[in-house]
T-cell receptor
Framework: NAGVMQNPRHLVRRRGQEARLRCSPMKGHSHVYWYRQLPEEGLKFMVYLQKENIIDESGMPKERFSAEFPKEGPSILRIQQVVRGDSAAYFC???????????FGSGTRLTVV | DQQVKQNSPSLSVQEGRISILNCDYT??????FLWYKKYPAEGPTFLIS?????DKNEDGRFTVFLNKSAKHLSLHIVPSQPGDSAVYFC??????????FGTGTRLTVIP
């Protein structure tokens, strides 16, 4: 039973480009969460999704960031027109029932140059 | 607004001794507290949790204590082992779907 799979592990983008981060939850998990960890900081909640629905996006920046979790395929976190301040580690987690028992992926480290 | 705080960025302990990691919070609505362990280049791994209606939860070498009046919790690891060296994050939930994380404490267990 594979864990939460995130890809790519490392992503380098130039300022102004788009970044797409993918997350495949654990088998049987239909709840996905995205967190961001800026350097020297803890993880900050961004968005909580179930299949085809955004449940809570209170942690998402209002512009340039979007997330989806389609019926088929992985969850996608999309960052348009990236800026240097978007450089961070982005972690995805999943759970079977929306409870606190998250399983985290290994993260995607985004570097904006 | 950092609702969960870990004021010690690092801690060094001799192998076999007790490690005590501390965490303070400000939101009295938090109903569940968790500790996660993180190795470099990996995601956080759930370690142990405690409900706000309890004051202690034990799992093997790991014990979490909760002092609600002080809004403080701690993680005790005894005896500490070199494999425990990692960053430990305290997290809390306020009945919703998201967790609030502290900034982490890097534990180094010296052989």
């Amino acid at each position: 039973n594979a864990g939460v799979m995130q890809n790519p592990r490392h992503l380098v983008r130039r300022r102004g480009q788009e970044a797409r981060l993918r997350c495949s939850p654990m088998k049987g998990h239909s709840h996905v969460y995205w967190y961001r960890q800026l350097p020297e900081e803890g993880l900050k909640f961004m968005v909580y999704l179930q299949k085809e629905n955004i449940i809570d996006e209170s942690g998402m920046p209002k512009e340039r960031f979007s997330a989806e979790f389609p019926k088929e395929g992985p969850s996608i976190l999309r960052i348009q027109q990236v800026v240097r301040g978007d450089s961070a580690a982005y972690f995805c987690a999943s759970s079977p029932d929306g409870g606190y028992g998250y399983t985290f992926g290994s993260g995607t480290r985004l570097t904006v140059v | 607004d950092q609702q969960v705080k870990q004021n010690s960025p690092s801690l060094s302990v001799q192998e076999g001794r007790i490690s005590i990691l501390n965490c303070d919070y400000t939101n009295s609505m938090f109903d569940y507290f968790l500790w996660y362990k993180k190795y470099p280049a990996e995601g956080p791994t759930f370690l142990i949790s405690i409900s706000s209606i309890k004051d202690k939860n034990e799992d093997g070498r790991f014990t979490v204590f909760l002092n609600k009046s002080a809004k403080h919790l701690s993680l005790h690891i005894v005896p500490s082992q070199p494999g425990d060296s990692a960053v430990y994050f305290c997290a809390a939930r306020a009945g919703a779907n998201n967790l609030f994380f502290g900034t982490g404490t890097r534990l180094t267990v010296i052989p």
